[in-house]
Protein backbone atom coordinates (compact mmCIF):
# COMPACT_ATOMS: atom_id res chain seq x y z
CA UNK A 1 0.00 0.00 0.00
CA UNK A 2 2.80 2.76 0.98
CA UNK A 3 4.07 2.02 -2.69
CA UNK A 4 0.59 2.32 -3.87
CA UNK A 5 0.13 5.95 -2.33
CA UNK A 6 3.88 7.56 -2.28
CA UNK A 7 4.41 8.39 -6.32
CA UNK A 8 7.66 9.60 -5.02
CA UNK A 9 9.04 6.66 -3.79
CA UNK A 10 10.98 4.79 -6.50
CA UNK A 11 11.78 1.48 -3.78
CA UNK A 12 9.51 0.28 -0.58
CA UNK A 13 11.17 -2.05 1.37
CA UNK A 14 9.91 -4.53 4.27
CA UNK A 15 11.48 -3.90 7.29
CA UNK A 16 13.97 -6.77 6.96
CA UNK A 17 15.19 -8.44 10.43
CA UNK A 18 18.80 -9.22 9.77
CA UNK A 19 19.70 -6.97 7.05
CA UNK A 20 21.96 -4.11 7.11
CA UNK A 21 21.40 -1.31 7.50
CA UNK A 22 18.53 -2.10 9.64
CA UNK A 23 20.38 -4.60 11.63
CA UNK A 24 22.01 -1.27 13.38
CA UNK A 25 18.34 0.35 13.88
CA UNK A 26 16.80 -2.37 15.32
CA UNK A 27 19.41 -2.48 17.79
CA UNK A 28 19.15 1.09 18.91
CA UNK A 29 15.00 0.10 19.23
CA UNK A 30 15.96 -1.98 22.02
CA UNK A 31 14.61 -5.15 19.62
CA UNK A 32 18.05 -6.87 20.01
CA UNK A 33 18.27 -9.56 22.92
CA UNK A 34 21.33 -11.12 24.78
CA UNK A 35 21.97 -14.55 23.04
CA UNK A 36 25.32 -16.56 23.47
CA UNK A 37 26.20 -20.39 22.38
CA UNK A 38 26.15 -22.61 25.45
CA UNK A 39 29.88 -23.55 26.86
CA UNK A 40 30.42 -26.81 25.89
CA UNK A 41 29.62 -29.42 24.14
CA UNK A 42 28.17 -31.58 27.39
CA UNK A 43 26.13 -28.94 27.97
CA UNK A 44 24.39 -28.96 24.98
CA UNK A 45 23.87 -32.44 24.66
CA UNK A 46 21.72 -32.16 27.95
CA UNK A 47 19.80 -28.81 27.23
CA UNK A 48 19.29 -30.79 23.63
CA UNK A 49 17.98 -33.79 25.80
CA UNK A 50 15.88 -31.76 27.99
CA UNK A 51 14.35 -29.63 25.25
CA UNK A 52 13.20 -32.29 22.93
CA UNK A 53 12.08 -34.40 25.53
CA UNK A 54 9.42 -31.99 26.74
CA UNK A 55 8.37 -31.05 23.99
CA UNK A 56 5.08 -32.86 22.27
CA UNK A 57 6.03 -32.44 18.66
CA UNK A 58 9.92 -34.05 19.22
CA UNK A 59 11.16 -31.03 17.83
CA UNK A 60 13.49 -27.96 19.39
CA UNK A 61 11.23 -25.58 20.53
CA UNK A 62 10.87 -21.97 19.06
CA UNK A 63 10.31 -20.66 22.77
CA UNK A 64 12.78 -19.16 24.37
CA UNK A 65 11.34 -20.05 27.76
CA UNK A 66 11.78 -23.63 27.27
CA UNK A 67 14.90 -23.39 27.07
CA UNK A 68 17.41 -22.50 29.97
CA UNK A 69 19.37 -19.55 30.51
CA UNK A 70 22.92 -19.52 29.79
CA UNK A 71 25.59 -20.07 32.03
CA UNK A 72 29.07 -19.60 31.98
CA UNK A 73 32.13 -17.38 33.08
CA UNK A 74 31.32 -13.74 33.58
CA UNK A 75 33.93 -12.18 31.59
CA UNK A 76 32.73 -14.43 28.38
CA UNK A 77 31.76 -12.59 25.70
CA UNK A 78 31.14 -13.60 21.31
CA UNK A 79 32.34 -10.77 19.38
CA UNK A 80 30.62 -10.57 16.06
CA UNK A 81 33.88 -11.25 13.88
CA UNK A 82 34.51 -14.62 15.73
CA UNK A 83 34.53 -18.05 14.01
CA UNK A 84 31.87 -20.60 14.86
CA UNK A 85 35.09 -22.95 15.39
CA UNK A 86 34.77 -25.42 18.51
CA UNK A 87 31.33 -23.41 19.81
CA UNK A 88 28.44 -25.14 20.79
CA UNK A 89 24.94 -24.06 18.09
CA UNK A 90 22.63 -24.46 20.60
CA UNK A 91 22.06 -20.60 21.55
CA UNK A 92 20.45 -19.70 25.35
CA UNK A 93 19.17 -16.53 26.54
CA UNK A 94 21.11 -14.49 29.08
CA UNK A 95 19.36 -13.44 32.35
CA UNK A 96 21.11 -10.39 32.83
CA UNK A 97 20.59 -9.05 29.57
CA UNK A 98 24.78 -8.21 29.11
CA UNK A 99 24.17 -7.24 25.45
CA UNK A 100 27.77 -5.58 25.83
CA UNK A 101 29.03 -9.53 25.74
CA UNK A 102 27.21 -10.64 22.43
CA UNK A 103 27.59 -9.81 18.90
CA UNK A 104 25.03 -7.92 18.34
CA UNK A 105 26.83 -4.92 20.19
CA UNK A 106 29.11 -4.83 17.00
CA UNK A 107 26.59 -3.81 14.49
CA UNK A 108 27.22 -0.22 13.11
CA UNK A 109 24.78 1.38 10.26
CA UNK A 110 27.17 0.32 7.34
CA UNK A 111 26.00 -1.44 4.34
CA UNK A 112 29.05 -3.33 3.99
CA UNK A 113 28.94 -4.30 7.86
CA UNK A 114 28.68 -6.67 10.64
CA UNK A 115 24.78 -6.68 9.38
CA UNK A 116 25.97 -8.36 6.44
CA UNK A 117 29.59 -9.93 7.11
CA UNK A 118 28.59 -11.88 10.63
CA UNK A 119 27.37 -15.36 11.13
CA UNK A 120 26.92 -14.79 15.37
CA UNK A 121 24.66 -11.30 14.21
CA UNK A 122 22.43 -13.18 12.49
CA UNK A 123 22.18 -15.93 14.98
CA UNK A 124 21.22 -13.38 17.66
CA UNK A 125 19.07 -11.38 15.15
CA UNK A 126 17.04 -14.48 14.44
CA UNK A 127 16.78 -15.37 18.00
CA UNK A 128 15.84 -12.29 19.30
CA UNK A 129 13.12 -12.08 16.52
CA UNK A 130 11.58 -15.19 17.81
CA UNK A 131 11.80 -14.02 21.62
CA UNK A 132 10.00 -10.54 20.52
CA UNK A 133 7.32 -12.86 18.61
CA UNK A 134 7.00 -14.98 22.10
CA UNK A 135 6.35 -11.67 24.06
CA UNK A 136 4.44 -9.89 21.99
CA UNK A 137 6.81 -6.92 21.76
CA UNK A 138 7.55 -6.98 17.74
CA UNK A 139 6.36 -3.50 18.24
CA UNK A 140 10.14 -3.06 19.47
CA UNK A 141 11.25 -3.04 15.47
CA UNK A 142 9.86 0.18 15.08
CA UNK A 143 8.36 1.97 18.50
CA UNK A 144 9.93 5.20 18.62
CA UNK A 145 10.30 5.47 14.89
CA UNK A 146 8.17 6.95 11.79
CA UNK A 147 6.65 4.84 10.02
CA UNK A 148 8.57 5.28 7.12
CA UNK A 149 12.86 5.02 7.58
CA UNK A 150 14.52 6.65 4.45
CA UNK A 151 17.78 5.08 3.31
CA UNK A 152 18.18 7.69 0.34
CA UNK A 153 20.86 6.81 -1.07
CA UNK A 154 22.51 4.20 1.07
CA UNK A 155 22.70 1.12 -0.73
CA UNK A 156 19.92 -1.09 0.82
CA UNK A 157 19.88 -5.01 0.66
CA UNK A 158 16.96 -5.80 -1.68
CA UNK A 159 15.26 -8.93 0.09
CA UNK A 160 11.86 -8.37 0.12
CA UNK A 161 10.57 -5.13 -2.13
CA UNK A 162 7.83 -2.96 -4.29
CA UNK A 163 9.05 -1.44 -7.48
CA UNK A 164 7.21 -0.24 -10.51
CA UNK A 165 8.44 -2.80 -13.47
CA UNK A 166 8.06 0.10 -15.63
CA UNK A 167 10.34 2.58 -13.52
CA UNK A 168 12.85 -0.62 -14.03
CA UNK A 169 12.41 -1.61 -17.93
CA UNK A 170 12.33 2.12 -18.98
CA UNK A 171 15.73 2.90 -17.77
CA UNK A 172 17.00 0.11 -18.66
CA UNK A 173 19.97 -0.55 -19.54
CA UNK A 174 22.10 -0.63 -16.04
CA UNK A 175 25.18 0.84 -15.83
CA UNK A 176 27.76 -1.62 -16.42
CA UNK A 177 29.46 -0.54 -12.97
CA UNK A 178 26.64 -1.56 -10.81
CA UNK A 179 24.66 -4.42 -9.41
CA UNK A 180 21.22 -4.88 -9.38
CA UNK A 181 21.32 -3.87 -5.87
CA UNK A 182 23.06 -0.52 -6.03
CA UNK A 183 21.24 0.77 -8.53
CA UNK A 184 18.14 0.20 -7.87
CA UNK A 185 19.03 1.96 -4.02
CA UNK A 186 21.40 4.11 -5.09
CA UNK A 187 22.26 5.04 -8.87
CA UNK A 188 18.04 4.96 -10.05
CA UNK A 189 16.87 7.19 -7.24
CA UNK A 190 19.68 9.62 -7.72
CA UNK A 191 18.68 9.63 -11.46
CA UNK A 192 14.86 9.85 -10.83
CA UNK A 193 14.99 11.84 -7.57
CA UNK A 194 12.80 9.53 -6.26
CA UNK A 195 12.96 7.72 -2.66
CA UNK A 196 14.00 4.90 -0.94
CA UNK A 197 11.90 3.58 1.66
CA UNK A 198 11.47 1.12 4.38
CA UNK A 199 7.89 0.37 5.76
CA UNK A 200 8.68 -0.01 9.31
CA UNK A 201 5.43 -1.96 10.54
CA UNK A 202 5.77 -4.95 7.76
CA UNK A 203 8.50 -6.85 9.24
CA UNK A 204 10.12 -9.99 7.51
CA UNK A 205 12.99 -11.56 8.29
CA UNK A 206 16.09 -12.60 6.00
CA UNK A 207 18.40 -15.61 7.07
CA UNK A 208 21.49 -15.14 5.97
CA UNK A 209 23.84 -13.70 3.48
CA UNK A 210 26.30 -15.92 1.85
CA UNK A 211 29.06 -14.92 4.42
CA UNK A 212 26.54 -15.55 7.15
CA UNK A 213 25.99 -19.19 6.43
CA UNK A 214 27.57 -20.72 9.44
CA UNK A 215 24.42 -19.62 11.41
CA UNK A 216 23.76 -23.52 9.87
CA UNK A 217 25.27 -24.98 12.37
CA UNK A 218 23.49 -23.24 15.11
CA UNK A 219 19.67 -24.37 16.20
CA UNK A 220 18.11 -21.56 15.19
CA UNK A 221 16.46 -23.22 11.77
CA UNK A 222 15.28 -25.49 14.53
CA UNK A 223 13.65 -23.08 16.05
CA UNK A 224 11.91 -21.98 13.20
CA UNK A 225 10.96 -25.23 12.18
CA UNK A 226 8.96 -25.64 15.47
CA UNK A 227 7.34 -22.41 15.50
CA UNK A 228 5.87 -22.96 11.67
CA UNK A 229 5.16 -26.64 12.97
CA UNK A 230 2.95 -24.69 15.97
CA UNK A 231 1.32 -21.70 14.11
CA UNK A 232 1.05 -22.63 10.80
CA UNK A 233 -0.74 -25.91 11.56
CA UNK A 234 1.87 -28.25 9.68
CA UNK A 235 2.30 -31.87 10.70
CA UNK A 236 5.56 -33.48 11.79
CA UNK A 237 5.59 -35.87 8.85
CA UNK A 238 5.12 -33.21 6.68
CA UNK A 239 7.86 -30.70 7.87
CA UNK A 240 10.02 -33.51 8.58
CA UNK A 241 11.83 -34.54 12.29
CA UNK A 242 13.68 -30.75 12.72
CA UNK A 243 15.61 -31.79 15.42
CA UNK A 244 19.05 -29.47 15.43
CA UNK A 245 21.79 -32.32 16.02
CA UNK A 246 24.62 -29.80 16.33
Not at 179 to 191: A, G, I, N, Q, R
Not at 203 to 213: I, M, R, V
Not at 235 to 243: A, L, N, P
Amino acid sequence: MRKLRQTDYLVVSANMINSPLMSKVHLDQGAYHPYLPAQNASTSAKILEEVVHDNATDVTSWDFQQHPNWTGPADYSLKHDETNANLSGVWLRMADDAMERTPAQGLEYATWGSGLTSWSVAAQSHLSLLENIRTETTNLYYHDLDEVWFTDYDRLSINLIAVWSNDVLDNLPMDTDNDDEHWLTVSLPTKLQKRVAVEMHALAAHFAFGNQLAVTTTDVLARYANYAHEKACLRVEQFGQHVFKG
